[in-house]
């Protein structure tokens, strides 16, 4: 099954490769990993996600909360909370196409954010799944790029991951 | 007061009350040489091999409990110490490791002795720092002895660059009285209400057995260890890493178990209905094939890593906790409860142990011409009247070793087990005969293993550390030898060597004692001299019989009651139980 896994965590040098350091050394696959600073500077926040039955996601859940610099962790998939992903693809496009493809931005509440004669960057944000079916929605030709930063996500409720 | 980056490390080393430092110099910690040379409070072991360093160090924290200590320069000195400090990892022990590092302006450069320390040690070490601030350094000192020591204790590493421990920059020095982390707060207490639930299963067993392994020797825990199993009455299993916490002498005792333990403990195991784990890990020497372990038991599992509890086997009662307390907090339980232990049903488990035991799978050839390493072990044990510290390389001697020295103390039974190290055993016996100058110190080994830290030798001497080299010399890397007879049809690939030292030779060119033995008869006498000589080093080289094999033993892919016996017994499993 498939994991959030979200990490507060000191925010110093090395850090970071601990975490990939852990996943790469004991096999647990990670499908994609976002950080960022938080508002407290001398924290960072890691979101992961990764799969694996019970018993691995227990693994790895103990295992990070037992490196020093982990000060603490949810596994966003053990309550409600809400996904979000950020994607940004630039698309070929040709006069008679530009239309065909805002429209289809539309639909799926995305934004046009550059434009040159020849190509659109389009901005989007919604669950991976989403995602994943506005890139199938396109003509797979008419994409030069697309960038994904990957899932991060946040519990619903008061309930909240913080020192 | 003001002190400099080399001055700073120094104090607070022994601020920290840390005695000893094994080390070896180099141009990144010439800076730290230059404070050790002007004070005499911390001792400075001189190695000859940075690995040595950190298995003295090593041997020096098992046989103490306190952490061991090392120096090395950069690059090369660093990446010496890596085997010692996995070493350390594996088995749990305390270490601190200060590594030189190139100054903070060429890092990253691919300066001279440059290495990624804290990248090449970071998945074998507990934790590790880079100093980038002087002013850091003392805290990040009481840092790194806090986390060794503390919870599930570990090797930490501090590289340190150079220009850090520059003289010229002094700055204030306070060595802090304790440091809190807030992102490392190791659990202590178990859970009531768990602790409960585990003593209600304890006491509602009819075959149960108690498995306990490194953790009481780590958490200090033999005397509790003690209590309460004789206040349940119920046999005992160590694992290698437990051995000496509960006395081998002691009637409750069935053994080690795992791949070469005795068939009683791991036939309890098979059969048991109730296991409690206390302080081991379900290592794979210890469980064989993990579908075939221990089919009928409910587990308990008391550790202080919540990632050791059902990493490999799934158990019915975990508890994260410290095993003093935990003991403790059972052992009133156990006390108060209503409920007692089945006694009938105790009295019929201990029959059909005791059956087991009649196979007497330790026994050996006590007839033969040539010396079995066996009976060594046996004789080593009385001439040293059972009270020696003893240290051990990796392979057939090292387990018998385990097998025949029954340790009655913690601490005294010192080997690599999770890394399983050649060259282990010379280094940690210099460092445990530093601990304790007037204890015996045996180093058991093999002619093979005893190559690969054979330099320390000079350490010996230098340090008058006088301890006794044990050298099952059996011509082979017998360890290997024997999977090779059993699983490749005795094809002995590179599992021998043409050509071996002289070992007395060479024991004496190192300014030691050298003897050689290869009857029966001279080992008691020849065990009796070396250990009466107790201001002289002591090599025996010792023939032994080269086709000795380890038994019992439980093969690759098998489970605990499928053992490779001495003597053909059928295993028991068909056997009408209790
Ligand atoms: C050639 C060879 C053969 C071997 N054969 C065998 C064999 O037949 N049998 C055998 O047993 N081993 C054998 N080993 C050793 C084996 O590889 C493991 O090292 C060993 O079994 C692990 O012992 P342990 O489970 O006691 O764990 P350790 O490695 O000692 O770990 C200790 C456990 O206790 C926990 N702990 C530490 N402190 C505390 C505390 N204060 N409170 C609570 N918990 C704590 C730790 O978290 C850890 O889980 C062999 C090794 C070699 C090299
Ligand atoms: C550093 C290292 N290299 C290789 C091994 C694999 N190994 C385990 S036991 C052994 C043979 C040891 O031979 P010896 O020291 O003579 O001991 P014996 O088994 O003969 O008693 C080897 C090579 C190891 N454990 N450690
Ligand atoms: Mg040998």
Redo the contacts with the bound molecule.
Sequence with gaps: MRHIISILMENESGALSRVAGLFSARGYNIESLTVAPTEDPSLSRMTLVTRGNDEIIEQITKQLNKLIDVVKLIDLAESFHIERELLMVKVRTSPEMRDEIRSMADIFRGKIIDVTPTTYIIEMTGPSEKLDAFIAAIDPESIIEAVRSGPTGISRGELGLHL | MELNGAQIVVQSLIDEGVEYIFGYPGGAVLHLYDAIFQQEELKHILVRHEQGATHAADGYARATGKPGVVLVTSGPGATNAV?GIATAYLDSIPLVVISGQVSLPVIGSDAFQEVDMVGITRPCVKHNFLVKDVTKLAETIKKAFYVATSGRPGPVVIDIPKDITAPNIKVPYSYPESVSIRSYNPVVSGHKDQIKKAVDLLLSAKRPIIYSGGGVVLGEASEQLIEFTRALGYPITNTLMGLGSYPATDNQYVGMLGMHGTYEANMAMHESDVIIAIGARFDDRVTGKLDLFCPHAKIIHIDIDPASISKTVRVAIPIVGDIKPVLEQMLSLIKESCIKTDADALAQWWKQISEWQTINCLDFDRTSPLIK?QYVIEQLHEVTKGDAYVTS????????AAQYYKFNKPRRWIN?GG?????FGLPAAIGVKLAFPEADVACV????????CIQELSTALQYKTHVKIIN???????????WQEFSYESRYSH?YMDTLPEFVKLAEAYGHVGLRIDKPEEVRPTLETAFAMKDRTVFIDIMTDRTEN?YPMIEAGKGHHDMKLRVAIGTSTDRELA
Excluded at chain 2, 419 to 423: E, I, P, S, Y
Excluded at chain 2, 445 to 452: C, H, L, R
Excluded at chain 2, 472 to 482: D, E, K, T
Aim: charged share 10%; hydrophobic share 35%; aromatic share 6%.
């Design positions: 085997t390493p390389d990796v392979g057939q001697h090292q387990m018998w690599s890394l399983g190290t050649m060259g080994t093999g002619e093979a293993s005893i190559q690969m099952l010399n059996n011509r082979y890397m017998g360890m290997v030898r024997q599992s380890v």
